[in-house]
């Protein structure tokens, strides 16, 4: 048993003296990976091959001792896990003394330290050793850049496994490390040595009397200036080493003597990055630093950081300049000090002051800004420095405002204030005596009123912009300011004829009126509502513009102030009323009136949905009020009044649905339901009841042979229940689905039919899927069939067939190719042709009413993407095999999908559709060629290199179209030609001079809007390989 | 300038002294402070400007587009405002400025004929002694004649009285010669290129 053992032993250390003997003589590379995967399966130990390298270990030829210790080095690097703690000593004495030998041997020396550096049984003490050992006997820089890394490694793996023992050491250590990296410029070794010096310091190991020594051999890199080459394998960034680097400098206070003047060097060069760079150090250096570092360079520091600012041409510099004075103020601001240290932020924020004052004080000159971003800068960094500016700009800036008298100047200064006013609310004030702002209360607001009043527009902005301000500070303003307020907002909000002041003073209304409702539905509701009554009479009277404008901001005010649940109580109650009012008094009321509040009911509606109980309320209270409206006005009578064929017509039924359809979206479920049970008998069965006046001269059956203005509301119960939660369960779904599917397709005006379609696909598209989903489809594909046979009714059939393509298509429908297929066969009918290819429009864009997200339809994020990928090889297909004259169908339709098309997904298969794209510029189609032209724009900017490839097709045809007829096309065309610079230069030129001659007809273009467009062109094409641009 | 800084050497340790392999370099290198690619030189930054602090103007909106430029049929004759708005956002040489808000050129120094073909463009310097008056002006002009349709003749001059040497200026942009030569020049088209490229 023994000797068998014994002899299978003796074998494979032959193979082993074998493969020993093939690596150091043969020099043949394979052997050193079998072996190391002997040792790591246990058929060799590590003595044995040692014992096997032996002579080649002492020869005295050092290639060949070279070789010897590569060989064992490789084994180590693959086993080191596999040493006994006594194997690892023999093994680093070993390789320590071999530090000594020729310099053949230290690359492979070095490889086996870095094995025995990440070994675990490594006893205490070795360590130190082994780098004692390296940096006595290795001149380090004078190695080759992978051996300077493996140097780096051994290191590394030291510091994270024996931290103590390093730091037995003590400050040689540190110099050590100096020695080793001074002098390096290999980036990828750089961001090694960076890393060590960051943990020598973060980790506290002793740096004894070398900390400038330490900071010399980092610094010197500073700022870095560093390009990789092209395809750089390694992927280092200038960037990376910039970021480590800045690790390592803002990494201690104690680097900060040595640093703050190197910063203030650098700031002060010419060179942009540099400047950057320093700004940039200096704001990571305040994170670390307190004041006792910053003391002695406060005043350069602020000088400089001034200067940039000042002079700068870059908004980058302006930014980072900001930046770091903000985090200089915010160190100060928070830095603990001793008993008898002087504060120095209240001095620091006194220089600024001292060097931005006076250019605060004139706001005409270009330095007013610049000082005013400073100081704001300062401000921003801790509520102590915002008080102290605050409390010495302020009486200035007041001052200042009341000394100069254009509006210009004023502007300026308010503009100032404001943003000071605004660095306030960062800071919070327990204490309402505390705030610092409460002193100025009564001068900020008269001097916020005094503008109010004024009669240039722009003060009135700054004025409004102010007062929302103030408003936002808690438990500023008192209730007698606010009634000023709102005052002058009302006044305001009816101005005349500048409507910018009016739009912003509703704005301000709607923000101020979340803080105080109460002031707002007590002084400003019932000055409306009065307004909204005097309306009432002027338009029964039919008074002129002016009263009818003043009318219409009566509405955009009440919605504007609708934003807190209490005021929605008042104002919706009111809007409705006026409708009623219209209603009833026989006033002469065009379709616009009608709108208007529609518009003025949904943006409350808008404003009531994040609220539950302001929604349900809305929806409780006016959807059946509009109903009412409606089924009224579609009641058959002897003498129809005015308002009630305007009801009806197409616009106004479409306000409101959008109101109706807002009013709903947000419904939890069950309040949803209870809806829903009430709206669907109204339009199935007639059922009246709770709508709030209900007494009609004849039943309501939009379905069962109503009149034709009762068909037209079917309108407005697809707004309601296509825009229900998907878990809502609709009343008589199965009778509904089929009373829709007949009105699509009967005899009746385009209105109703398409409605009735829109409703049948808003509610096929969020049905389950199952049994009765493919019934409804199967019934609304035999409609379609018949109807497309039979001729009445084939543009009924179609509406009716888009739409249900649609709805299927968004939810990935397996039906929805086979009803996309039947679509693309029509693209040649020589009747439908032109309708489907548009059709596509329909297909892939985002409808207002149904199918929409908001309204729970059931959307897949990518079904433009699917659609693309099913359908657009077939549409490619068409195209080609279409007779002449229906071609621009297909060409269409390709355009609209193409267009809608997120350009990502785009890009990839351009290569094969462009020659098509490039065809259609030739189509006489105005439409297709501007479609074609939107959907080139974009891939010029975005994929210059494949576009490049056709450059003289679209020059060409580019410059034709500039010529075009329609004034669309001819400003598309040049935008085309200008997104063309974007191309490479070099494949641009030799178009150049011809380019730029063509372009001078359209200068002289008859339309101001395309000679814009050619200008621009022109001026880039210009610059085209032109020095300076 | 910054001087290097004092260089601290490792001791020469003793070893074989064979000649040791070039390195083979895969990346370029990164410059240290005291090799010799110097980062940044010291000094002061961005040297002084002629007028460090000018009046600022504000600048006019968009045009706002009317019907009638909407409407297909309608011609549109090229007038002032048309002018000032190809010249207002030529940037400063100097300043990072538009010359509209250094007020160097205004809408009511805009003088245009379409039916004539003529336009006539005066400018105002900031300062009497703007050395960059005439560099203004060729801008200016170079605008003009990049944006306009070769019919016009166009006449770009130095506001009356506003600078010291209006004339000498006035005769140089008027020169078709000197104009055409400048723009020969690299580095003349160099900076009106800059002043004419859209801000980033």
């Known amino acids: 048993m023994a000797a068998a053992a014994a002899l299978e032993a003796v074998a494979p250390t032959g193979a082993l003296w074998g493969l020993v003997h093939d690596f150091v003589m043969g020099q043949q590379e394979g052997p050193a990976d079998q072996v190391a995967a002997d040792v790591k399966s246990g058929s060799y130990t590590v003595l044995q091959v040692v014992e096997a390298l032996g002579s080649s270990l002492e020869n005295p030829e050092p290639r060949t001792r070279a070789r010897g210790i590569q060989l064992l080095s490789q084994v180590l690097l693959h086993c080191h896990s596999l040493l006994l703690e006594k194997e690892v000593v023999h093994l680093i004495l070993f390789y320590e003394n ?144 910039i970021l480590s680097l800045r690790a390592v400098l803002a990494s201690t206070p104690r680097f900060a003597e040595f640093l703050l003047p190197l910063l203030i060097e650098k700031v002060d ?171 100025f209360k009564d001068q900020l607001c008269s001097l916020v009123f005094m503008n109010l009043t004024d009669p240039s527009t722009q003060l009135q902005l700054v004025g409004i912009r102010m007062l929302t301000v103030l408003g936002a500070q808690p438990d500023l303003l008192s209730s007698g300011d606010l009634e000023l307020a709102v005052g002058h907002l009302y006044r305001l909000s009816f101005l005349e004829e500048e409507s910018q002041s009016c739009v912003a003073a509703m704005e301000a209304s ?43 901001r009566c509405l955009q005010a009440l919605s504007a102030v609708s934003t807190h649940p209490s005021i929605v109580k008042k104002t919706l109650p ?54 009412a409206l409606a089924v009224q006005a579609s009641m058959p009578e002897k003498e129809p009044s005015v308002l009630r064929k305007v009801l009806l017509e197409d616009e106004v039924l479409a306000a409101m649905v959008s109101v109706i359809g807002t009013a709903t979206t947000h419904l939890s479920p069950d309040l949803a339901a209870q809806s829903v049970a009430r ?51 609709i009343p008589q779904l199965n009778q509904l689905m089929r009373e829709l599917l007949e009105l699509s397709c009967c005899h009746s005006c385009p209105f109703s039919s398409t409605a009735a379609a829109k409703c049948f696909a808003g509610l096929l598209n969020k049905h389950p899927a199952g049994q009765q989903l493919d019934e409804f489809i199967q019934l609304a594909m035999d409609k379609v069939e018949t109807g497309l046979g039979s001729g009445p009714y084939s543009v009924q059939a179609f509406t009716l067939l888009l739409w249900v393509t649609k709805a299927l298509v968004l939810r990935y429908h397996p039906r929805s190719s086979c009803l996309t297929d039947r679509l693309m066969g029509l693209l040649s009918d020589p009747e439908l042709g032109p309708a489907a290819a548009d059709g596509f429009s329909l297909l892939m864009s985002d409808c207002s009413d149904v199918l929409t997200r908001a309204g729970h339809a059931e959307v897949r994020i990518m079904f433009r993407q699917r659609f693309f990928t099913d359908n657009v090889p077939a549409l490619v297909q068409g195209f080609h095999a279409a007779p002449q004259d229906v071609k621009p169908n297909y060409l269409k339709g390709l355009s609209h999908v193409l267009n809608r098309l997120p350009k990502p997904v785009l890009l990839p298969e351009l290569p094969t ?48 179209l500039s010529s075009s007829p329609s004034m669309a096309v001819r400003i598309a065309a040049l935008q085309c030609m200008h997104a063309l610079t974007r191309l490479p230069t070099p494949v641009l030129l030799p178009y150049k001079p011809q380019v730029i001659r063509a372009l001078a007809k359209p200068l002289d273009d008859k339309k101001r809007l395309v000679r814009k467009e050619a200008v621009s062109a022109r001026g880039e094409w210009f610059l085209l390989g032109s020095p300076g641009s | 300038m910054s001087l290097p800084p004092p260089r601290r050497h490792a001791t020469p340790l003793s070893r ?185």
């Not at chain 1, 050793?129 to 850049?145: N, Y």
């Open chain 1, 913 to 960: 559709l462009l020659s098509l794209l490039l065809e259609a510029l030739s189509c006489p189609d105005c439409v297709v060629q501007l479609s074609t032209l939107s959907c080139l724009q974009p891939l010029l900017l975005e994929a210059p290199q494949v576009m490049s490839l056709h450059i003289d097709t679209l020059v060409t045809k580019f410059l034709n």
């Open chain 1, 98 to 241: 071999r530090l000594k030998d020729h310099h053949l041997v230290i690359p492979s020396v070095l490889q086996g330290l870095r094995a025995l550096s990440m070994c675990v049984a490594l006893p205490p003490g070795l360590a130190v050793s082994v780098l004692k050992a390296i940096f006595q006997e290795v001149h380090v820089q004078s190695l080759p850049q992978v051996d300077r890394h493996t140097v780096y490694s051994i290191i590394t793996n030291f510091m994270q496994t024996r931290e103590e023992e390093l730091k037995g050491l003590g400050a040689d250590f540190t110099f050590g490390f100096i020695q080793v990296m001074d002098g390096e410029k290999d980036p990828r070794n750089l961001l090694v040595a960076f890393c060590i010096v960051h943990d020598l310091i973060s980790r506290d190991y002793s740096l004894g009397p070398f900390v400038e020594e330490l900071f010399e051999v980092t610094s010197c890199y500073f700022p870095i200036d560093f390009t990789p080459p092209p395809n750089d394998p390694h992927g280092i960034q200038r960037e990376d080493l």
């Open chain 1, 679 to 729: 709206i669907v008998p109204l339009f199935l069965d007639g059922n009246i009841s709770f709508l709030p006046e209900n007494s009609f001269p004849c039943r309501f059956q939009p379905f069962q042979g109503g009149s034709p203005g009762q068909r037209r509301l079917v309108a407005l119960l697809m707004a309601f229940v296509c825009s229900l939660p998907r878990n809502v369960e």
């Open chain 1, 574 to 627: 009111l809007l409705l009323q006026h409708l009623w009012q219209m209603d009833k008094g026989n006033v002469v009321t065009g379709s616009s009136e009608v709108i208007a509040v529609c518009q003025s009911l949904q943006q409350v509606a808008e404003k009531c949905q994040q609220d539950p109980a302001s929604c349900w309320y809305f929806h409780q209270t006016a959807v059946p009020c509009l109903l």
């Open chain 2, 16 to 200: 074989s002294p064979e000649v040791r392999p070039p390195e083979r370099q895969c990346l370029p290198t990164v410059a240290r402070r005291d090799s010799a690619m110097v980062g940044g030189g010291g000094g002061v930054g961005g040297g002084i400007l002629e007028n460090a602090n000018p009046l600022i103007y504000e600048r006019s909106g968009e045009r706002p587009v009317t019907a009638g430029e909407e409407d297909e049929q309608v011609p549109d004759s090229i007038d002032a405002r048309e002018i000032f708005d190809l010249i207002r956002s030529i940037n400063d040489p100097e300043h990072p400025l538009t010359l509209e808000e250094l007020n160097v050129v205004e809408q009511v120094r805009v003088q245009v004929s379409d039916p004539e073909s003529t336009v006539a463009v005066a400018f105002t310097p900031t300062i009497p002694h703007c050395s960059m008056a005439t560099l203004i002006g060729l801008s200016i002009k170079v605008k003009l004649l990049r944006s306009l349709p070769q019919r016009f003749k166009m006449d770009v001059h130095i506001t009356p009285g506003t600078h010291a040497s209006e004339h000498a200026v006035n005769k140089q942009l008027a020169d078709k010669e000197r104009v055409a030569a400048a723009l020969e020049n690299t580095h003349l088209l160099e900076v009106v290129n800059q002043c004419l490229s859209a801000r980033s």
């Open chain 1, 269 to 439: 060069s010419e060179i942009l990055s540099a400047k950057l760079d320093s700004l940039q150090t200096l704001t990571a250096c305040c994170a670390v630093y307190g004041q006792k570092e910053l003391k002695d360079f406060l005043p350069s520091l602020w000088a400089s950081i001034r200067r940039e600012v000042f002079q700068t041409a870059s908004e980058r510099v302006e930014a980072e300049g900001l930046t770091a004075l903000h985090s200089l103020t915010a160190c100060l601001s928070c830095s603990v000090l001793r008993a008898d240290d002087e504060d120095l932020l209240d001095s620091f924020l006194n220089n600024i002051l001292q060097d931005c004052r006076h250019h605060l004080c004139e706001p005409d000159m270009k330095l007013v800004w610049p000082s005013t971003k400073l100081l704001q800068a300062a401000a921003g960094a801790s509520a102590r420095a915002c008080d102290h500016i605050t409390s010495n700009v302020l009486p200035l800036l007041l001052e200042q405002f009341h000394k100069h008298n254009q509006s210009n100047q004023r502007r300026t200064i308010l503009e100032m204030m404001l943003g000071f006013l605004k660095l306030q609310q960062k800071w919070g004030y327990e204490d309402k005596d505390e705030q610092p702002l409460s002193g």
């Open chain 1, 510 to 552: 709607g923000t101020l009126a979340t803080l105080y409702p109460v002031a707002f539905s007590s002084h400003l509701v019932p000055k409306l509502a009065e307004e909204l009554h005097v309306g009432e009479s002027d338009l029964a009277r039919g008074d002129g513009p002016t009263k009818c404008s003043r009318h219409l």
